[in-house]
């Protein structure tokens, strides 16, 4: 593993390393973001969105393995609107 690597693992856990990623939100989702980690349902924005991504992952992978099964045909696109 290199230096750059190294530097981007950040904490491991439940023995996986974690790699800071970033991305832009617009304002609003972080505004809801925050009344959800507020409302302590989530301990911080990162566990928020590690749950999320987690989630929304499984459940499409799940529908494609359900369509390609089927022989449904699918746009591949799973997008779910916050605007």
Same mark, same amino acid.
């Given at each position: 593993? $290199?230096? !750059?690597? #190294?530097?981007? !693992? #950040? #904490?491991?856990? #439940? =023995?996986?390393? %974690?790699?800071?990623?970033?991305?832009?939100?617009? +304002?609003?989702?972080? @505004?809801? *973001?925050?009344?959800? !980690? +507020? *409302? =302590? /349902?989530?301990? %911080?924005?990162? @566990? /928020?969105?590690?749950?999320?991504?987690?989630?929304?992952?499984?459940?499409?992978?799940?529908?494609?393995t359900?369509?390609?099964? $089927?022989?449904? $045909?699918? $746009?591949?696109? =799973? +997008?779910?609107?916050y605007?």
């Amino acid at each position: 593993m $290199s230096k !750059v690597e #190294r530097k981007k !693992v #950040r #904490r491991v856990r #439940r =023995g996986v390393p %974690n790699r800071i990623v970033s991305f832009h939100a617009p +304002e609003k989702l972080l @505004e809801m *973001m925050d009344m959800v !980690v +507020e *409302m =302590g /349902l989530a301990q %911080n924005r990162s @566990e /928020l969105i590690r749950k999320a991504i987690e989630q929304y992952t499984v459940n499409m992978l799940t529908f494609y393995t359900t369509v390609k099964k $089927s022989g449904s $045909s699918t $746009s591949g696109r =799973g +997008e779910v609107g916050y605007r």
